[in-house]
């Protein structure tokens, strides 16, 4: 248990959403499948393929401007979302389940998205105040850049074509082959 969630906050640009912020969901992580059936074979097995288009959600405490004006904008006027993360390092001497030596340490994570604001709904409205969250959905992400405690975990830039997972090019070999 290196990893348990102690508390979170995000930045819209640079407007810090602490204040109003009420539930984060980051994007999820996932290839498409390609069906791979060899000639004159039983089997058939799935290979990854493209890393699918990300989305991430966020619900805030009632309505803001500044993150309503952000809807509507076109591929090229991105914003830029920044998380962030306290990370509890439970056993930080080890992950075997052993006592640790010394308190317990805390880890830090960043997420960076790049991309718009294609979803925004407000919540109802119920007598005099709101009958839920106002719901924001960023999809189009061309930059989700994953940094846990200084390390880059995932870097997946579509602009420049490039994909790093813990610290490894999976796309430079390749970009430099079709001279990307």
Request: a negative charge.
């Amino acid at each position: 248990m290196d990893g348990l969630i102690r508390g979170a906050n995000w930045y819209c640009g640079e407007i810090n959403q602490r204040l109003r912020a009420d539930e984060t969901t980051l994007p999820v992580l996932r290839r498409e499948m390609m069906q791979l059936v060899m000639g004159g074979g039983w089997f058939s097995f799935e290979l990854p393929a493209e890393v699918q288009p990300l989305t991430a959600e966020m619900t805030v405490e009632g309505v803001h401007k500044d993150l309503k004006a952000r809807f509507g904008r076109e591929p090229g006027d991105w914003t830029t979302v920044s998380y962030y993360e306290n990370l509890l390092n439970v056993f930080p001497s080890n992950s075997t389940g052993e006592a640790a030596n010394g308190a317990a340490q805390n880890l830090g994570r960043v997420v960076f998205l790049k991309g718009l604001l294609n979803e925004y709904a407000q919540a109802g409205v119920k007598g005099q105040k709101s009958s839920g969250k106002t719901r924001l959905i960023w999809s189009s992400i061309v930059l989700y850049h994953d940094i846990m405690d200084g390390q880059t975990v995932h870097k997946f830039d579509v602009q420049n074509n490039t994909l790093i997972i813990e610290g490894v090019n999976y796309t430079a070999e390749h970009n430099r082959m079709i001279r990307a």
